[in-house]
C-alpha cells in the first residue's frame, strides 16, 4: 500500500488492533485483497446494512428486498454485457513482473500535475498572504496554465482510447509521457491488453464452457431476472423499487487502498423500475435522498459531493458518483445510474421471456426503464469509519499526555451501545449489580461487562471502538440503586435510576435518531 497517509495508516492499524477488520487467512500471511470482519466490525457493518436496509425497504411503501443467490445462469452475464465488456485495461511491468490498470497509471499521471498545481498555489498563498486571489492566479498564472494544458491534452487522449477501447493508444500515452512503474520507476512495459474482471468456477455435473458459471460481480441482475416475480407476488405497482445487499466479486487487477477496493465485497442496491420517459425525476429524487442518507450519519457536508460521469456507458442516460473523501483523497462512495430498459430487454431478449409491465394508467404494455442506487458496504465502512477515528486530547485535561483515541460514531450504528462498568472488580455486591445491569440492558442493545482493569483504561478502551455510554456501578448505587452514565464525546456523567438509564439509552441509540 504506497503512499498511505498518517492518518490512514492509523486506520488501518486501528482496525486491527481493535477487532473490527483482520486480513483474510493472515496465517498463512493474507489473501490480497480479501479481509475478514471481527467481532466490532461485524457489528458495525451489520449496523450499517441495517440503516441502508430501514431507510430503503422499510420506510418506503413501495420498495421490496429480495436475496437472490450468488450464482446464476451464465446467459445472465451474457445479457448484461458482462462477458464481453466488463474489462480493465492491464499492463504489466516486464522488470518487476507488477501488474497495474493503465487507465490508474494514466490517472496518477494526471494527479501528479494537479498535485505540482496544488503545490504552486499553496507556494503563491503563503508568499501573497491576505492579497492572495485563488481564482485569479489559477486563471493567470504561466506555470498552472502550462501545467493544466500538459492535464487536459493527456485527459483529451485518454478519454478518446477509453471509450474506443483503444488499447494501442493507451500503451503510447504510457510511452510518451514516460509513465514509470510507480514502486520502481522503470518504464519497462508490456502492451495493454483488456482483463475480464469475472471469477469463474464450474458447475459439478456439466463438462467444458457449458457449466462454466460466474460469480455475480454485482448483485443488481438477482434483481433484474426477478422483476416480474417480484411484481406479481407483491402486486406492486409502477413506479417501485426492489433492493437487495449481498455479496459480489470481482478479479480486480490492482486491489490496494485495503477495503476500498476488495476482491470480495458486498454492495447494497436497489433498482428503481419507472415509466419511460419519467427517469430523469426519479434519477434527481433518488440523488438527493441519497445525499440526505450519507448527511444524516453525521459525515461532514465537506467531505461529500456528486461527481457526474464523463462518459457514461452505452446503457445509461444518466450517472453519478457520490463521493467521499476518504484519507487517501475523494473516491467514489455510491453510484447513482439511470440505466433506461437495457438490462431488462437484453434479459427478454436472451431469455425469450417478456419483461413488461402493464400500466393500467396509461393503457399501455412497456419495459420499464431503471434508476439504480449502488453502494459498497465495505466502503461504507471505511468512510465511516476513518470519519470516525480522532485521537483528541481528552476533554477536561491539560497535560499533553492525556490523548485519547475515540471512535466518534453516531451511538445508533455503534457496535456496542453500553458497556456497563463496576467500581472495583474485587467488590463481590458492585460485580453482581453491575452483571444484572448488563443482562438488562442486554435484552435491547448490543452490550458489554467488563473489570479487566482499572476505570480510566476501561473508558479508553470502550471510546477506541465507539461505545457511546458508559454505566458505571459504584458504591452509591448499592445504597440508592442510582449508576453514573458516561457520555464518550463529552465525558459529562449523569447519575440516573435504572428505569431513567434504561429510557436514556433507547432513546438515544435507537436508529429512529437517524430519521428525525
Ligand atoms: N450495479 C452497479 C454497480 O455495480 P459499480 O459502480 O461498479 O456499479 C457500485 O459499483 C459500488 O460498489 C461502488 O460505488 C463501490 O461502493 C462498490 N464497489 C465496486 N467495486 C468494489 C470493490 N472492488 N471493492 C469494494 N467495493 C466496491
Given at each position: 500500500m504506497a503512499q498511505q497517509s498518517d492518518h490512514f495508516k492509523k486506520v488501518v492499524a486501528h482496525c486491527k488492533e481493535y477487532g473490527f477488520i483482520y486480513q483474510s487467512s493472515e496465517v498463512y500471511d493474507g489473501l490480497a485483497a480479501v479481509y475478514d470482519y471481527g467481532p466490532y466490525g461485524s457489528e458495525l457493518k451489520n449496523n450499517l446494512k441495517q440503516y441502508w436496509w430501514?431507510?430503503?425497504?422499510?420506510?418506503?411503501?413501495?420498495?421490496?428486498?429480495?436475496?437472490?443467490a450468488i450464482f446464476m445462469h451464465p446467459k445472465t452475464?451474457?445479457?448484461?454485457?458482462?462477458?464481453?465488456?466488463?474489462?480493465?485495461?492491464?499492463?504489466?511491468?516486464k522488470d518487476t513482473k507488477r501488474r497495474y490498470?493503465?487507465?490508474?497509471?494514466?490517472?496518477?499521471?494526471?494527479?501528479?500535475?494537479?498535485?505540482?498545481?496544488?503545490?504552486?498555489?499553496?507556494k503563491a498563498e503563503k508568499r501573497f498572504k491576505e492579497n492572495f486571489d485563488k481564482e485569479k492566479?489559477?486563471?493567470?498564472?504561466?506555470?498552472?496554465l502550462k501545467y493544466k494544458g500538459q492535464i487536459s491534452e493527456v485527459m483529451d487522449r485518454f478519454t478518446k482510447a477509453m471509450s474506443a477501447e483503444n488499447m494501442e493508444e493507451l500503451k503510447a500515452i504510457i510511452d510518451d509521457y514516460e509513465i514509470a512503474d510507480p514502486e520502481s520507476g522503470s518504464?519497462?512495459?508490456?502492451?495493454?491488453?483488456?482483463?475480464?474482471?469475472?471469477?469463474?468456477?464450474?458447475?459439478g455435473n456439466i463438462a467444458g464452457e457449458e457449466g462454466k458459471l460466474y460469480l455475480r460481480p454485482e448483485t443488481a441482475q438477482g434483481i433484474f431476472v426477478n422483476f416480474l416475480n417480484v411484481q406479481k407476488t407483491t402486486r406492486q405497482k409502477i413506479p417501485f423499487g426492489i433492493a437487495q445487499i449481498g455479496k459480489a466479486f470481482r478479479n480486480e487487477i490492482v486491489a490496494r487502498?485495503?477495503?476500498f477496493r476488495m476482491r470480495e465485497f458486498e454492495q447494497m442496491e436497489m433498482q428503481f423500475f419507472v415509466r419511460p420517459g419519467e427517469e430523469m425525476k426519479w434519477y434527481e429524487y433518488w440523488k438527493e435522498a441519497r445525499m440526505k442518507w450519507h448527511l444524516a450519519l453525521g459525515h461532514p457536508a465537506e467531505k461529500l459531493r456528486y461527481h457526474d460521469h464523463d462518459n457514461l456507458a452505452h446503457y445509461a442516460n444518466a450517472a453519478l458518483d457520490i463521493e467521499f473523501e476518504f484519507p487517501f483523497g475523494f473516491r467514489e462512495l455510491e453510484g447513482i445510474h439511470s440505466r433506461t430498459d437495457f438490462d431488462l430487454s437484453r434479459h427478454q431478449e436472451l431469455s425469450g421471456k417478456k419483461m413488461q409491465y402493464f400500466d393500467p394508467e396509461v393503457d399501455k404494455n412497456y419495459v420499464p426503464y431503471v434508476v439504480e442506487t449502488s453502494i459498497g458496504c465495505d466502503r461504507m465502512f471505511l468512510a465511516t469509519i476513518s470519519n470516525a477515528l480522532v485521537e483528541e486530547q481528552v476533554p477536561g485535561q491539560d497535560d499533553p499526555k492525556n490523548v485519547r483515541d475515540v471512535l466518534k460514531l453516531h451511538p445508533a450504528i455503534a457496535p456496542v451501545k453500553v458497556a456497563v462498568l463496576p467500581l472495583k472488580r474485587n467488590d463481590e455486591r458492585l460485580v453482581k449489580a453491575a452483571k444484572d445491569i448488563y443482562q438488562r440492558l442486554s435484552l435491547s442493545h448490543n452490550c458489554q461487562y467488563d473489570d479487566?482493569?482499572?476505570?480510566?483504561?476501561?473508558?479508553?478502551?470502550?471510546?477506541?471502538?465507539?461505545?457511546?455510554?458508559?454505566?458505571?456501578?459504584d458504591f452509591e448505587h448499592l445504597d440508592d440503586g442510582t449508576v453514573t452514565i458516561r457520555d464518550r464525546d463529552t465525558l459529562s456523567q449523569e447519575r440516573v435510576s435504572i428505569e431513567?438509564?434504561?429510557?436514556?439509552?433507547?432513546?438515544?441509540?435507537?436508529?429512529?435518531q437517524l430519521f428525525l
Open positions: 430501514k431507510s430503503m425497504v422499510q420506510m418506503h411503501e413501495n420498495i421490496v428486498g429480495i436475496d437472490a452475464w451474457k445479457a448484461s454485457g458482462h462477458v464481453d465488456a466488463f474489462n480493465d485495461p492491464l499492463i504489466d511491468n490498470r493503465a487507465d490508474q497509471l494514466i490517472e496518477g499521471y494526471v494527479e501528479k500535475i494537479q498535485g505540482k498545481i496544488d503545490k504552486d498555489v499553496a492566479y489559477l486563471a493567470e498564472s504561466p506555470k498552472v518504464r519497462n512495459w508490456t502492451d495493454v491488453r483488456m482483463f475480464n474482471l469475472m471469477f469463474s468456477t464450474q458447475l487502498q485495503f477495503i479487566t482493569g482499572s476505570i480510566g483504561k476501561l473508558y479508553r478502551r470502550q471510546d477506541a471502538i465507539g461505545t457511546p455510554f458508559c454505566v458505571t456501578v431513567e438509564l434504561e429510557r436514556i439509552v433507547d432513546e438515544r441509540v435507537n436508529m429512529r
